[in-house]
């Protein structure tokens, strides 16, 4: 799963999916602005066949915690 969402971030935020870790944050990504954030949010939810509500979409900040919240939705 990990290699896919770096895939799914990279390709949203034009970043190599290897850089991309658990310091890969919004606030620290220039390219992760808020129309990059809601075209990964759907890249995502796409990918990975789920759906994150608002506050789940609010708290996708970094990759850390992407991860944690595909966990939490079983993938």
């Known amino acids: ?12 935020l034009d970043l190599d999916p290897d850089s991309i870790d658990e310091s890969t944050k919004a606030d620290s990504t220039p390219s992760w602005d808020s129309m990059n954030h809601v075209r990964m949010v759907a ?3 796409e990918e990975f ?20 919240a595909l966990q939490g939705k079983g993938v």
């Open 49 to 68: 066949n789920v759906m994150f509500d608002v506050q789940e979409m609010q708290s996708l900040t970094s990759y850390g915690e992407i991860t944690r």
């Open 1 to 12: 799963m990990n290699e896919r969402v770096k895939l799914v971030i990279g390709s949203i």
């Open 43 to 45: 890249a995502l939810e």
